[in-house]
Nanobody
Framework: QVQLVQSGGGLVQAGGSLRLSCAAS????????MGWFRQAPGKERQFVAA????????YYADSVKGRFTISRDNAKNTVNLQMNSLKPEDTATYYC??????????????????WGQGTQVTVSS
């Protein structure tokens, strides 16, 4: 069992940066495939980024590639999402997710067993 607690987020102007963190308790986050998803009002949940359980390879949605970076901090048992060059269309509630079974990563939210509480990111134009 693992609990995910998110921090970060907030309001930023277009072109700015924010950093989201997802702290895992119960088991070390390095044992899990981790993903970030987002959901804007009235829209479906969307995959953002993921980092593999094995090898720590990363994968990004085309919409954030080159602007967002997912990383692990094993010392703090966290996974971070650094978001640069933010755009108004990045506005959404962001969720981290984890799963022990996925060997690498998945873009499908239903593959993840554990979810953070969500954090709001608002980008003003």
């Amino acid at each position: 069992q693992v609990q995910l607690v998110q921090s970060g987020g907030g309001l930023v102007q277009a072109g700015g940066s924010l950093r989201l963190s997802c702290a895992a308790s119960g088991r070390t986050s390095s044992n899990y495939a981790m993903g970030w998803f987002r959901q804007a009002p009235g829209k479906e949940r969307q995959f953002v980024a993921a980092i593999a359980r094995i090898g720590n390879s990363t994968y990004y949605a085309d919409s954030v590639k080159g602007r967002f970076t997912i990383s692990r901090d094993n010392a703090k048992n966290t996974v971070n999402l650094q978001m640069n060059s933010l755009k108004p269309e990045d506005t959404a509630t962001y969720y981290c997710a984890a799963d022990l079974r996925i060997p690498y990563w998945s873009t499908r939210g239903e593959m993840y067993n554990y979810w953070g509480q969500g954090t709001q990111v608002t980008v003003s134009s």
